[in-house]
């Protein structure tokens, strides 16, 4: 009776709605970790695998340039490249039977990279940042086997690459 009650008076159920949508978001950005790299951090989805990178030369203790984040069903992979130094992000070179997709260039200092991969049967996307000298500086990017996967995915990758941030020394 009091549950008949709550859904016709249509005050108590937008406090109701209200209240959901209010614990909803509290709870979609509390599913974040921080993962601390030598010259980076970022928030990555809490149920994803983390596996470390490029080690750093340049930091103090065992820290990282790179690192990827996998989901539960390891459909996708988010990967993140952040040196104090620029150099070549050498764990995502391409290899034998890899083309490079068209590249798409913006501005003077961020271009898209897109490559299909036959061994893993994936399409890997990147935004490579380059600095004034041309160096690479940041690489951020997704690893996905279909536009239904990448779509699945879509929001927290975009949550993962605004929440990067750089440190210099």
């Given at each position: 009776?009091?549950?008949?009650?709550?859904?016709?008076?249509?005050?108590?159920?937008?406090?109701?709605?209200?209240?959901?949508?209010?614990?909803?978001?509290?709870v979609a950005t509390a599913q974040t970790k921080p993962y601390e790299g030598a010259w980076f951090s970022v928030k990555?989805?809490?149920?994803?695998?983390?596996?470390?990178?490029?080690?750093?030369?340049?930091?103090?203790?065992?820290?990282?340039d790179s690192a990827t984040f996998t989901s539960p069903d390891k459909t996708v992979t988010f990967y993140l490249f952040s040196p104090l130094w620029p150099y070549e992000p050498t764990d995502i070179e391409l290899k034998g039977g890899e083309q490079r997709l068209a590249p798409?260039?913006?501005?003077?200092?961020?271009?898209?990279?897109?490559?299909?991969?036959?061994?893993?049967?994936?399409?890997?996307s990147y935004q490579v940042t380059r600095d004034v000298e041309g160096?690479?500086?940041?690489?951020?990017?997704?690893?996905?086997?279909?536009?239904?996967?990448?779509?699945?995915?879509?929001?927290?990758?975009?949550?993962?690459?605004?929440?990067v941030t750089q440190y210099a020394d």
């Amino acid at each position: 009776m009091e549950l008949y009650l709550l859904f016709t008076n249509s005050n108590a159920m937008r406090y109701f709605l209200v209240t959901i949508l209010f614990l909803c978001a509290i709870v979609a950005t509390a599913q974040t970790k921080p993962y601390e790299g030598a010259w980076f951090s970022v928030k990555y989805p809490a149920n994803f695998s983390v596996q470390n990178g490029l080690s750093s030369g340049s930091s103090v203790g065992t820290k990282f340039d790179s690192a990827t984040f996998t989901s539960p069903d390891k459909t996708v992979t988010f990967y993140l490249f952040s040196p104090l130094w620029p150099y070549e992000p050498t764990d995502i070179e391409l290899k034998g039977g890899e083309q490079r997709l068209a590249p798409d260039a913006i501005g003077n200092t961020v271009t898209f990279y897109s490559y299909y991969s036959a061994k893993d049967k994936r399409t890997h996307s990147y935004q490579v940042t380059r600095d004034v000298e041309g160096n690479i500086s940041l690489v951020i990017g997704i690893r996905y086997p279909s536009m239904k996967v990448y779509e699945k995915y879509r929001q927290q990758y975009l949550a993962f690459k605004k929440s990067v941030t750089q440190y210099a020394d």
